[in-house]
């Protein structure tokens, strides 16, 4: 037996998360079996543990969308017994049982080894929000970063502090919007050398083009900061759109595309192919500074995760949460 947080749903709807033990033999099919070592807190977790269980796919079910830990048993010739692996994606979390647990059962396609120069805790502290910075990050590289500042929105969340260390690492000016004025000293450490408050990049405008300002951005909120934003890049530069937190809805015209040559670069971190994601996570291990990584983490334990997940659905954590399963 061993602990997990498991989700359950009554008859009349009404979701419950508690930690209790469970063994092997109810975790779903796979080819791989995982001692898992830690795990993180994402949006979709706080969905998935609250009220209604939100992208929960089946009950009971055990939620957390990535994981970090060694192979205890593989089906597979590409995994041995006490490899160190990562997942991330894969509707982990939602429709397959997911990291709030002590062991996971896995397809083998949907892990990546371990890179050296990371450890279990580290990358979990990177996690799929960490995870997803660098791909947004390799999307911009991948079609040019022009001069000047790169703007990364909801730089205080998951996504937009590692955005924010890694883009700095490579010697980049950042600017960093946050809606939270006491994160400025925090996003400052990470490398940002501009703080801008939300709502100065949020405010309406019937303008489709402004001062071309941002080089590049990753943007972590969609909606109208983000039409505000596509007016405000330079000619040919591009924005790695990753979040959904302002809306699906983009109020915007076509004008910065035709006019300004802008390019709008979807990031999705769910099923990206091995090679991407390998690439990604051996990014991560070179690039990312590990002293600004440790300063991204606030530890927690299984036992903390309602209250955890009920907390970043309200925008209340800041940084990486790392869960120790083991604890």
Same mark, same amino acid.
Request: with cysteine.
């Given at each position: 037996?061993?602990?997990?947080?498991?989700?359950?749903?009554?008859?009349?709807?009404?979701?419950?998360?508690?930690?209790?033990?469970?063994?092997?033999?109810?975790?779903?099919?796979?080819?791989?079996?995982?001692?898992?070592?830690?795990?993180?807190?994402?949006?979709?977790?706080?969905?998935?543990?609250?009220?209604?269980?939100?992208?929960?796919?089946?009950?009971?079910?055990?939620?957390?969308?990535?994981?970090?830990?060694?192979?205890?048993?593989?089906?597979?010739?590409?995994?041995?017994? /006490?490899?160190?692996?990562?997942?991330?994606?894969?509707?982990?979390?939602?429709?397959?049982?997911?990291?709030?647990?002590?062991?996971?059962?896995?397809?083998?396609?949907?892990?990546?080894?371990?890179?050296?120069?990371?450890?279990?805790?580290?990358?979990?502290?990177?996690?799929?929000a960490g995870f997803t910075?660098?791909?947004?990050?390799?999307?911009?590289?991948?079609?040019?970063?022009?001069?000047?500042?790169?703007?990364?929105?909801?730089?205080?969340?998951?996504?937009?502090?590692?955005?924010?260390?890694?883009?700095?690492?490579?010697?980049?000016?950042?600017?960093?919007?946050?809606?939270?004025?006491?994160?400025?000293?925090?996003?400052?450490?990470?490398?940002?050398?501009?703080?801008?408050?939300?709502?100065?990049?949020?405010?309406?405008?019937k303008r489709p083009l402004?001062?071309?300002?941002?080089?590049?951005?990753?943007?972590?909120?969609?909606?109208?900061?983000?039409?505000?934003?596509?007016?405000?890049?330079?000619?040919?530069?591009?924005?790695?759109?990753?979040?959904?937190?302002?809306?699906?809805?983009?109020?915007?015209?076509?004008?910065?595309?035709?006019?300004? /040559?802008?390019?709008?670069?979807?990031?999705?971190?769910?099923?990206?192919?091995?090679?991407?994601?390998?690439?990604?996570?051996?990014?991560?291990?070179?690039?990312?500074?590990?002293?600004?990584?440790?300063?991204?983490i606030k530890p927690a334990?299984?036992?903390?995760?309602?209250?955890? /997940?009920?907390?970043?659905?309200?925008?209340?954590?800041?940084?990486?949460?790392?869960?120790?399963?083991?604890?």
């Open positions: 037996m061993f602990n997990a947080l498991l989700v359950e749903k009554d008859d009349a709807g009404k979701t419950t998360a508690a930690v209790q033990p469970i063994s092997e033999d109810q975790l779903p099919e796979g080819d791989v079996l995982v001692d898992v070592a830690y795990s993180t807190v994402n949006y979709k977790d706080g969905l998935c543990i609250g009220p209604g269980g939100g992208l929960v796919r089946n009950y009971p079910h055990v939620p957390g969308i990535d994981f970090a830990g060694t192979v205890a048993a593989s089906d597979d010739p590409r995994y041995k017994i /006490g490899d160190k692996v990562v997942l991330t994606g894969w509707r982990v979390g939602e429709a397959h049982w997911g990291g709030y647990a002590q062991k996971a059962r896995v397809k083998a396609d949907w892990l990546v080894p371990l890179p050296d120069g990371l450890d279990a805790r580290q990358a979990m502290a990177v996690g799929t910075a660098m791909l947004a990050v390799m999307a911009l590289e991948d079609h040019g970063i022009k001069d000047g500042p790169v703007l990364v929105t909801g730089a205080a969340g998951g996504v937009g502090s590692v955005a924010t260390a890694i883009l700095a690492q490579l010697g980049y000016e950042v600017a960093a919007v946050t809606g939270r004025p006491e994160t400025a000293d925090y996003l400052k450490g990470l490398g940002a050398t501009q703080i801008i408050p939300r709502d100065e990049i949020n405010e309406t405008t402004e001062g071309e300002t941002w080089g590049g951005c990753v943007d972590a909120v969609g909606g109208a900061m983000l039409a505000r934003v596509l007016g405000q890049m330079k000619y040919g530069a591009s924005v790695a759109a990753v979040g959904l937190a302002g809306g699906a809805g983009l109020p915007a015209t076509v004008i910065p595309f035709l006019l300004r /040559g802008v390019n709008m670069l979807g990031i999705d971190s769910v099923m990206q192919p091995y090679e991407n994601r390998l690439r990604a996570w051996e990014r991560i291990a070179s690039d990312l500074p590990m002293d600004k990584l440790e300063a991204m334990t299984l036992s903390d995760l309602p209250q955890l /997940g009920a907390d970043i659905l309200k925008g209340q954590v800041q940084g990486r949460v790392v869960v120790d399963v083991n604890q």
